[in-house]
């Protein structure tokens, strides 16, 4: 008895010893940046680890100064745009995909499929060129949220939720004479939500996150996301002020926090456990 | 690493393979099982009737992949074998002659080797530190939660922000790293000048980066080990270490192949924010700079130096790289699959 207590005893105290360190490690660059975006100028460019009073008067520079609350509200603009609108696409698409049978059908969802190989960075130069020439979409908010509408990522994830669903739910709604739609909105999203709070995570945060597609498509400044106002940020701001870098950096972070945080559960239960529903 | 994709984001967790079979689930636990029964579903799940309203639900995806997708990568192929200017607007045909030129180059050449290295680079240490933390996390340890979602947040952080952390945090007057190493050794290391140091930056940073995103899914793997494996193995007196490696880690081998699949990808595509900010491609080593990756080479030539058919054809030969990606995974990824239950 006390050997197997003892071997668990000292194994938890190296996982925790391990995990600790792990999440020190792990945290530190956010941790660096909080601490420095509190500091004063002075304060920045030295040594001092010491937290300061400076956050709002950073945040002031980088939001106002520098533009960031307009790159800010942009990029909200187009990450909600594009989360919803993926999630309406890719459920009234996998809504046809189960629930009825059509010629041609294996074909579209191959091509629905096949799209996943074919990421923006590939066709970045034909798109720059059929976007800007062709639509004449440069520097509009069309050009960052149209092409990102459809979402073979949740397509697929709706198909196979929906399909563990069972079939008796659709044929009593049918024999109710409920349409497709009046199901959808009144039986499947209802018993979806795990997987729709999924869904919507991964396609903000990637929403959030574009960066070379605006970077080669926005020319002007006021229409910009955060991510490259971010990198313009740095070109002008960090000879002189570091502090407001990383005030500007540590407020870009808040909103896909926010949204992971929030929907922290649904995330691990709805996508990554997705099999065991 | 975004879960990926989401353009068609690379980095998705679902299965890249196009094809009117179910497709294989993400994590392959009872992949076939499931996939039997998803057919037996798909028909009883035939339910409503009607010869356009299924095209109508399909009409809004179909569309904008078929504009944004489809026809952007026709455009690819043909700009691939022209030499041409977007910005000016001339092309000239010139057949296969922007691939011999690709392969012939020696700049090329070292760009697809360096690629090569930092993928493998970041895919085997990002594997390793997620599956060993992972597993640690799992344990019912107290906080075990806490641990896991401060392991799992650098998912929400974009890669042009791990660029800027990162950028300041090796910046050597004042970063941090910096000031402990000359408080502790006297030593100031210049991270971005030295090209073994620069590289070593940028795959650090894209394990880190990527560390949440497979976290998430060897946690999820491992909470679906039942608990009679890992306690038999304990019963037959197996160290935690041989538990580990000859129990646990077979059973994660299906996650572990798609998460190499999916890391591939994210790295080839996901690195260009991280690159863009921390190192521009430099410092210049040899041919060219030397976080040069492929990616970072296709924007600068299209988007530079405005070699619109260079370009292209490095897309082609990228898309190539996929392809090969999406096959391996499909021929081999339910192979060698160990079901839990």
């Known amino acids: ?131 800007s020439g062709g639509l004449k979409w440069a520097d509009s908010y069309a050009a960052i949220i149209v092409p990102f509408l459809a979402s ?41 939500w795990n997987t729709i709070g999924a869904l919507a995570v991964i396609q903000f945060v990637s929403a959030w996150d574009q960066y070379l597609w605006p970077l080669v498509i926005m020319q002007s400044d006021d229409k910009q996301v955060i991510q490259v106002g971010l990198s313009k940020l740095i070109d002008v701001e960090a000879q ?25 559960e649904q995330f691990s239960k709805g996508f990554a456990l997705g099999q065991d529903k | 690493m975004s879960l990926v994709q989401q353009s068609p984001n690379p980095q998705t967790p679902g299965p890249q393979t196009p094809g009117t079979q179910p497709p294989a689930p993400p994590q392959a636990t009872a992949a076939r099982v499931q996939d039997a029964r998803a057919d037996v579903a798909a028909l009883e799940h035939a339910t409503f009737r009607g010869r356009w309203l299924p095209w109508l639900f399909l009409a809004p995806t179909l569309i904008v992949l078929a504009v944004f997708s489809y026809y952007p990568a026709a455009r690819t192929l043909r700009l691939s074998v022209f030499r041409s200017n977007i910005i000016v607007g001339n092309e000239q045909f010139v057949g296969l002659a922007n691939f011999a030129d690709l392969l012939g180059s020696p700049v090329y050449h070292q760009v697809m080797l360096q690629t090569a290295v930092f993928v493998v680079l970041v895919v085997l240490l990002g594997l390793l530190c997620a599956l060993g933390l992972a597993w640690l996390a799992s344990r019912p340890v107290a906080g075990a939660k806490f641990y896991r979602l401060m392991l799992i947040y650098p998912y929400a952080l974009s890669p042009a922000i791990a660029g800027t952390l990162w ?50 899914f060897y946690l999820a793997a491992i909470q679906n080990i039942p608990a009679e494996v890992t306690e038999a193995a304990e019963i037959d007196g197996a160290t935690a270490w041989q538990g580990f490696w000859r129990v646990v880690f077979p059973l994660l081998s299906p996650m572990t192949f798609f998460l190499i699949f999916t890391n591939v990808v994210a790295s080839l595509f996901d690195s260009f924010g991280l690159v863009n900010i921390l190192t521009r491609g430099g410092p210049v080593y040899g041919q060219t700079g030397i ?43 339910n192979r060698r699959v160990h079901y839990g239950a």
């Not at chain 1, 939001?63 to 990029?75: D, E, P, Q, R």
């Not at chain 1, 008796?168 to 709604?173: F, K, M, T």
């Not at chain 1, 497709?180 to 018993?191: A, C, E, H």
């Not at chain 1, 502090?243 to 922290?264: C, D, E």
Request: charged fraction near 10%.
């Open chain 2, 291 to 333: 976080t040069t990756f492929l990616v970072y080479q296709l924007y600068e030539d299209g988007f530079r130096n405005f070699r619109t058919g260079a370009a292209a054809a490095q897309a082609v030969l990228l898309l190539l790289v996929v392809v090969c990606i999406v096959v391996l995974q499909f021929r081999y990824g």
């Open chain 1, 1 to 131: 008895m006390p050997r197997t207590f003892r071997r668990v005893r000292w194994g938890h105290v190296w996982t925790h010893a391990v995990l600790t360190l792990a999440v020190l490690v792990v945290a530190s660059p956010l941790l660096f940046a909080l601490v420095k975006s509190t500091q004063t100028g002075a304060q920045v460019q030295g040594p001092s680890l010491v937290p300061g009073l400076h956050f709002l008067q950073n945040a002031r520079a980088a939001w106002v100064g520098a533009g960031l609350g307009h790159y800010m509200l942009n990029s909200a603009v187009v990450a909600v745009s594009v989360t919803t609108g993926k999630t309406l696409l890719s459920l009234l698409a996998a809504l046809a995909f189960v629930y009825f049978r059509f010629p041609l059908k294996g074909l579209a969802f191959a091509a629905v499929l096949f799209t996943l190989m074919l990421p923006t960075e590939l066709l970045i130069v034909a798109l720059f060129d059929e976007v």
């Open chain 1, 240 to 264: 002189s002020s570091w502090g407001g870098v990383m005030a500007g950096a540590v407020l870009a972070i808040i909103p896909p926090v926010l949204v992971f945080t929030a929907l922290q």
């Open chain 2, 167 to 216: 950028l300041f945090l090796f910046n050597p007057e004042i970063g941090a790293v910096n000031t402990l190493l000359d408080a502790v050794f006297g030593i100031k290391p210049r991270w971005l000048d030295s090209p073994f140091l620069a590289f070593l930056l940028v795959v650090a940073a894209s394990v880190w980066k990527g560390l949440g995103y497979n976290v998430v």
């Open chain 1, 152 to 192: 073979a990522t949740g397509v697929l994830l709706f198909r196979q939720h929906f399909m563990n669903i069972p079939a008796s739910l659709s044929d009593a709604a049918r024999i109710d004479g409920a349409g497709p739609l009046t199901f959808l909105g009144r039986v499947l999203i209802p018993m979806s």
